[in-house]
């Protein structure tokens, strides 16, 4: 039996390793699934849901390894206790069958009832989420290398770590506030409880000097007692991990449960092919939650194969108007037409695979070239994501061709230097990078392009170099292009001026000008500075 005890030992704890990280893994992939199911990103902005995916993803901030899996484990834990109770009590009660009852009814209920306690802490944990992401973002800005430079740059440090303190002290404090409650009431529940214990054993002795038990039934009973008390003493390892893990497991459901109603949004109409005549903008109204109204009875028309420049001032709505139209938000009023086809009832990834979008904040993947480039054709055509002659057509047409030639691994080139034989690209070659993925989707079968200030980190010439091509590279596209540079829109074939949610000016370059109104006023004064 020893022999077998310490072979069990190892083995179980390999299965429990094997089980918590095979259920953790499942779970998580889980929350990043439903995360994203949605098909708007309103969701993700909500700091209640933000909390409950913190949560789902085993993010608990606790002093202890908890999560999921490792409740998966606690559970058996737990199990196997009370079967040991179980069997203490079947000895206890070869002695006598009352205390046997007794004890195993008082302890069960105090095990329940400590349980109930622990979960009070529960509460305090999920109240304090947004002060643990807090304190999460407060440490990583002292932590990555986008936030370092001005770390150093302005002598933040001091300032984050005293920050950072203040935010963890006050989340800990609460934390602990709860778990003194409850610790409190356990130890005077477990205190309450010897009595209970005194008096099992006072009963079992006398029966021993009676001559009613013998010495070696004494012994064992005597043993089982001690045994019954493990599910009390035990108790707090399994109760963390059941407590913690078990809401992560919550949350996770309630995140699944809150994206439901989301992922039934839109139907089921095909968008291969489309637009073929127009996309158009109707009365539509939006504010972004708890804001203010951005678009407000926007009506724009955007003929197919054409190629439409979107100005205004910042706030004016325009990088908004690109996320309607990639279904990432709902009008709150209006509707999005497709040839005449409501946008929502079309299928989202059918549609989507019609975009090639360039947002102004494009994301920079730490992964290789290839992946940058081929990542926008993965939804509908995961075969083509390394198709060497796509990735390098794209590349050439965005100008990024010489910036993959200079790496030191080519398109398989990490694009990060904190990976082995990876390197970092400047502003205006991230830019060139970005661009190639539109057209790399535009290769996969996009047919609506939208560039969201493409131009931002280029210098002059580049610029010049990019737009002299800018009809070479949108031909046969629908194209919307939104930039703060007259420069670059007058090549489009039609221009609208957004104010306040609304398009005050609409037409060619030639027209706007000659009518001398806002896009004149705007065009003369950066053509103005730039002839000083």
Not at 30 to 50: F, K, V, W, Y
Not at 323 to 349: H, N, Q
Not at 402 to 409: F, G
Not at 504 to 522: F, I, K, P, T
Request: charged fraction near 20%; aromatic fraction near 6%; hydrophobic fraction near 50%.
């Amino acid at each position: 039996m020893l022999l077998a005890q310490q072979a069990v030992g190892p083995v179980r704890a390999a299965v429990a390793y094997t089980v918590t990280r095979g259920v953790d893994g499942v779970l998580r992939a889980r929350a990043m699934e439903a995360a994203n199911r949605s098909p708007g990103i309103a969701m993700l902005e909500d700091p209640a849901m933000l909390d409950r995916l913190a949560l789902a993803g085993g993010h608990i901030d606790n002093f202890w390894d908890a999560s999921p899996g490792g409740a998966a484990v606690a559970l058996v834990s737990v199990g196997g206790r009370y079967l040991q109770v179980a069997g203490a009590t079947v000895l206890v009660a070869r002695v006598s069958v009352p205390i046997a009852v007794v004890l195993a009814t008082v302890l069960v209920m105090a095990y329940r009832q400590c349980r109930r306690w622990d979960r009070v802490r529960i509460g305090a944990v999920r109240a304090s989420q947004a002060g643990g992401r807090a304190s999460r973002y407060t440490s990583g800005l002292a932590n990555t290398p986008p936030s370092a430079k001005e770390v150093r740059l302005f002598g933040l440090l001091e300032w984050l770590v005293a920050r950072f303190r203040g935010q963890w002290d006050a989340l800990v404090s609460a934390r602990l506030a709860a778990g003194r409650w409850a610790i409190s009431r356990m130890v005077a529940l477990i205190l309450g409880l010897t009595p209970v214990a005194v008096a099992a054993f006072v009963v079992l002795a006398r029966r021993g000097l009676d001559g009613a038990t013998g010495a070696r039934g004494l012994t064992v009973a005597l043993q089982a007692v001690v045994a019954m008390f493990v599910l009390l003493d035990q108790r707090s390892d399994d109760g963390y991990q059941l407590d913690f893990g078990l809401e992560s497991l919550a949350a996770l459901r309630e995140v699944e449960a809150g994206v439901g109603d989301a992922t039934s949004a839109g139907g089921g109409s095909d968008a291969a092919g489309l637009p073929v005549t127009a996309i158009r903008f109707e009365e539509v109204d939006f504010a972004y939650p708890g804001g203010r109204e951005i678009l407000k009875g926007l009506d724009l028309t955007i003929a197919a194969g054409s190629s439409l420049a979107i100005v205004g001032g910042n706030g004016a709505g325009k990088t908004t108007l690109v996320k309607l139209l990639a279904g990432l938000y709902e009008p709150d009023a209006g509707a999005i037409t497709v040839d005449g086809i409501p946008l929502r009832t079309f299928d989202v990834a059918s549609w989507r695979r019609r975009l090639a979008v360039i947002f102004q904040d494009f994301v920079r993947y730490e992964l290789s070239a290839a992946d940058n480039v081929g990542l926008a054709g993965v939804g509908g055509h995961p075969e083509r994501e390394h198709r060497a002659d796509a990735l390098d057509t794209a590349a050439a047409r965005a100008g990024a061709f010489d910036v993959v030639a200079r790496l030191p691994l080519g398109w398989q080139t990490p694009l990060g230097r904190q990976y082995a034989g990876g390197a970092d690209l400047s502003g205006g070659e991230w830019q060139r990078i970005a661009l190639a993925r539109a057209l790399f989707a535009v290769e996969s079968g996009a047919g609506v392009l939208v560039l969201d200030e493409p131009t931002a980190n280029l210098d002059v010439r580049a610029e010049a170099e990019l737009f002299d091509r800018f009809l070479e590279l949108t031909t046969g596209l629908t194209t919307i292009l939104i930039s703060h540079r007259f420069s670059t829109v007058r090549r489009a074939d039609r221009i609208c001026v957004l104010e306040h949610g609304r398009v005050v000016e609409d037409g060619s370059h030639e027209e706007l000008v000659a009518a001398d109104g806002r896009y004149c006023q705007l065009f003369q004064l950066q053509a103005t500075r730039f002839r000083d």
